[in-house]
């Protein structure tokens, strides 16, 4: 019995990982209804980049942050500018071919730079330590991850809610055209959308590589994930990414206890029987 | 004054017929002129034609952009390891059940992810081509995820010879292409095809014409998911070994036929024909060079997307209004040349 | 004589793949306020949209203040001090009604209007800042739509078609605050299909047949018999 709690408990915390995952996609996807296919190979690139920054610098992947995520965002905006403005439109074939092109130049960029060995980034003790709860030990790292991924989620909240630049990024979302009569220039508010997300991945990134090893052809697996938490939560509705998240990882950690080759199948299979019985996700955003 | 006359045939498509037709019977004496590793390349090249065909068909025409593929050239692959080590089926045979198979499979997972719109459509299709490789791994009987090879008697139950086996194999790859590309361009000619013109103009108009947009993408969707694992049985029938990774490889099977498709021109016959050249132009020069050669295929890709979005065959077509397969009506008005309607 | 505040000249402009205006010349002069009248498919939306700045056409066709801006992003030509009151006040339905408004104000020109003078003009808009901007009444949105547009202190402000699909009570409402708010010294530009409320408010009229200028004057001199053949053409008259 304890063992089927332990396995729910790792699977909510390990929900905080895909929501981290979904985050930057529904936030890009609100803002432009641009899908990004290279959104798990942009996390594994923030990973490569925390890798690189551990190494050079000889900080923990956590003090790496400070560099990657101002790094990663600054990929994202000069992305958004430089190519996918361009791909934006009526028709949804040149941001999805032009996203999957992107894909497959990052994940062969990232061969030729660091080969396919699996990589890892050492977070130290953080890896190892647990506190008891009820009986349970329960690891400090999946726990920080996801008090990191409720946090992030929080702060994007507010922004997207709370600030100017939300204002900027609803009133884009609603209408493009309009958003331009008040003076907001729609290149440059998208090219801050991308930069939050991907702002949003380093976190992501950084926290995977500490979790698990690495290597450049795990991006397509950790776009699903997110994609998963994003349509299981519900379509625009960031706490419901959140639960579709934890919904996602539950469903992971119990189909690993019963059989260790049913992990990720039990993921899938849990977004498929939520998109037969509601295709509109669990917590689908309500307009005000 | 003459009325006027509509036609769909014109003079260069009446000549890419002959062409094609003497082109046919070269090909298919290939085994007397061709090496070896010509006709595997040339087998290989079929093949990702019929899959571009396919992939351009659903995308280009109905709309329907997917990313999962891979899920029935897998599905094929292994249908055609379980049905002949398992069900003593002919190899041949195994491999149009598996066509048949597929249809029956595809039908409940297009209801499924017809839920989803667009773009998620297109992810949603990768999710179910992981369940499949997910669910083959399992399989202990296939070798789980570590994979197997066809028996050798199965082989040998193709020909004795192994240059009988390779023109055999040769010969049904040039076969599926020909098949797939002529129930490509039938369906496109029938009511079905007009059908999809429409929803691809304006759902909104077409669904005012009484055309049943849903069934029209599932009979699309179904078609191509049938021949797509065809096509998948004979991919593993050249390589006699399969894997779920090799099977169900986003990469290799949808990525590639992908740019194919983009790079020779999305929406029309001649695009995938044209784009499979090129595919095979820059893999051949540029193989040397290892992964980088799949850097530069996904940036001209993009460029190709963003500057030239019909692809170099939409280029070619601009210019010299040229139309190799007839599809569209063309209005003559007393012998002119008149315009074309698309 | 100084410049004349909006000068288009010649413009040629296209609607999707149609050429919507052919050489069509206005100058409208600072102060003033004009009407421009014609029927559906005359062109009007697309001379709104191309001095906005949404369809772009060669830069010396529109001048404004003396500089060409025929080519400028819709953006830039805001913050140059053009604001539109757009045809069916296309709100941000995600945004309060005060959110509305602040975004109006994104280009941060000085001038008179603010959040506070919006809410003297239309009372209700303060009563219900916080709700959302589609959960109000026709005639209300259209309230927010004119203020977000004055919350930008434009020198030239565009209205298109601003009482269609609304109650003739709330056109009365929206029509008796007009002339205070171009009594500030606002330039106006009123596309409307409502002929007598546009001739009441405005002091010179263009009519737009398919495109074309069909009559130019000042609204005390042309006659009716005149705008009917200008707006329908020679053989209604």
């Known amino acids: 019995m304890i063992e089927w709690v332990n396995a729910l408990v790792q699977g909510i915390l390990l929900g905080g990982l895909y929501a981290l995952f979904a985050a930057g996609l529904s936030l890009i996807f609100g803002v432009m209804r641009l899908v990004n296919i290279a959104h798990g190979d942009l996390i594994v690139l923030a990973a490569y980049i925390g890798l690189s920054t551990t190494m050079i610098l000889g900080v923990h992947p956590f003090v790496a942050l400070l560099i990657v995520m101002p790094v990663m965002a600054a990929i994202g905006y000069a992305l958004q500018r430089g190519l996918l403005n361009q791909a934006l439109g009526d028709d949804i074939l040149p941001p999805l071919l032009v996203t999957f092109g992107l894909s497959v130049i990052i994940q062969n960029a990232l061969l030729e730079g660091y080969s396919a060995d699996p990589q890892k980034l050492n977070g130290g003790v953080i890896e190892t330590a647990s506190i008891s709860l009820g009986g349970l030990a329960v690891g400090i790292l999946p726990l920080l991850t996801f008090a990191i991924a409720v946090a992030v989620i929080a702060v994007l909240q507010w922004v997207f809610y709370s600030t100017g630049l939300g204002r900027g990024f609803r009133a884009v979302s609603d209408n493009q055209e309009i958003a331009q009569l008040m003076g907001l220039n729609k290149a440059h508010v998208f090219g801050l959308a991308m930069a939050l997300a991907l702002g949003v991945t380093a976190i992501a990134g950084i926290l995977l590589g500490v979790r698990t090893s690495f290597d450049p052809a795990i991006g397509g697996g950790r776009l699903i994930f997110g994609f998963e938490a994003v349509i299981i939560g519900g379509l625009g509705n960031l706490w419901g990414t959140l639960a579709g998240g934890v919904i996602l990882g539950v469903a992971q950690t119990l189909g690993a206890k019963i059989d260790p080759g049913w992990q990720l199948l039990a993921g899938h299979v849990a977004f498929l029987v939520v998109l037969a019985v509601r295709p509109n996700g669990l917590f689908p955003r309500v307009e005000h | 004054m003459s009325a006027p006359a509509v036609t769909r045939a014109t003079r260069a498509s009446r000549i890419a ?242 740019f194919i498709v983009v790079i020779g021109g999305i929406g029309t016959l001649e695009g995938p024909i044209i784009g499979t050249l090129v595919f095979f132009a820059i893999r051949e020069t540029l193989a040397d060079f290892g992964t980088s050669y799949l850097m530069i295929l996904g940036a001209v890709a993009i460029v190709v997307m963003l500057k030239a979005p019909k692809g170099i065959w939409g280029l070619i077509r601009d210019r010299f209004d040229l139309e190799l397969f007839p599809l569209s009506y063309r209005v003559h008005q007393n012998g002119g040349e008149g315009g074309t309607l698309r | 004589m100084p410049d004349p505040l909006l000068a288009l000249n010649a413009l040629n402009a296209h609607y999707g793949d149609f050429q919507a205006l052919y050489d069509v010349d206005m100058s409208i002069e600072r102060g003033e306020v004009v009407s421009i009248i014609g029927a559906n498919g005359a062109g009007k939306t697309t001379l709104m949209r191309s001095i906005s700045g949404l369809t772009w056409n060669d830069p010396a066709q529109v001048v404004f203040g003396g500089r060409p801006i025929g080519d400028l992003r819709a953006d830039l030509i805001a913050g140059l001090g053009i604001a539109l009151v757009p045809e069916g006040r296309q709100l941000f339905p995600s945004l309060s009604v005060e959110e509305n408004l602040v975004l109006g104000g994104k280009t941060r020109r000085p001038g008179p209007w603010s959040l506070d003078k919006v809410y003297d003009l239309f009372p209700i808009l303060g009563e219900r800042r916080s709700q959302a901007s589609t959960s109000l009444s026709g005639g209300q949105q259209q309230m927010v739509a004119i203020g977000r547009a004055l919350m930008a202190n434009p020198e030239l402000i565009l209205f298109d078609e601003i009482s269609l699909g609304l109650a003739p009570v709330v056109i009365g409402t929206i029509y008796d605050v007009l002339p205070g708010i171009i009594g500030e010294g606002m330039t106006a530009l009123l596309v409307e299909q409502d002929i007598s409320r546009a001739l009441a408010v405005s002091s010179r009229v263009y009519c737009l047949q398919e495109g074309r200028v069909s009559l130019e004057g000042r609204t005390d001199k042309v006659s009716r018999e005149d705008i009917t053949e200008a707006y329908f053409g020679a053989a209604a008259a």
């Not at chain 2, 329907?64 to 049905?83: C, R």
């Open chain 2, 17 to 258: 017929t002959v062409v094609a037709a003497l082109g046919l019977v070269v090909l298919m004496l290939a085994p007397w002129w061709a090496g070896r590793a010509d006709m595997r390349l040339m087998g290989e090249i079929y093949l990702y034609l019929s899959l571009a065909c396919l992939w351009n068909l659903m995308a280009g025409y109905a709309g329907l952009v997917s990313v999962g593929q891979q899920a029935y050239v897998g599905f094929g692959g292994y249908m055609l390891f379980a049905l002949t080590v398992f069900g003593g089926l002919h190899p041949i045979a195994a491999i149009v059940a598996a066509g048949g198979l597929a249809a029956v499979v595809s039908v409940p997972v297009a209801t499924l992810i017809f839920r989803l719109k667009g773009a998620y459509f297109a992810i949603g299709t990768w999710v179910v081509a992981e369940v499949f490789r997910l669910s083959f791994a399992q399989v202990s009987a296939l070798g789980g995820g570590s994979g197997s090879s066809l028996p050798v008697g199965i082989v040998r139950s193709l020909s004795s010879s192994r240059s009988g086996r390779e023109a055999l194999s040769y010969w049904l790859a040039l076969g599926a292409a020909v098949l797939v590309i002529g129930t490509v361009y039938l369906f496109l000619r029938s009511r079905r095809g007009l059908a999809l013109t429409a929803i691809r103009d304006s759902e909104a108009a077409a669904s005012g014409l009484g055309i049943d947009i849903w069934r029209t993408k599932l009979e699309v969707y179904v078609v191509t998911s049938a021949l797509t694992a065809v096509i998948g049985g004979l991919i593993f029938l050249q390589k006699l070994r399969i894997s779920p990774d090799a099977a169900f490889s986003v990469n290799d099977w949808t990525a590639f036929v992908i």
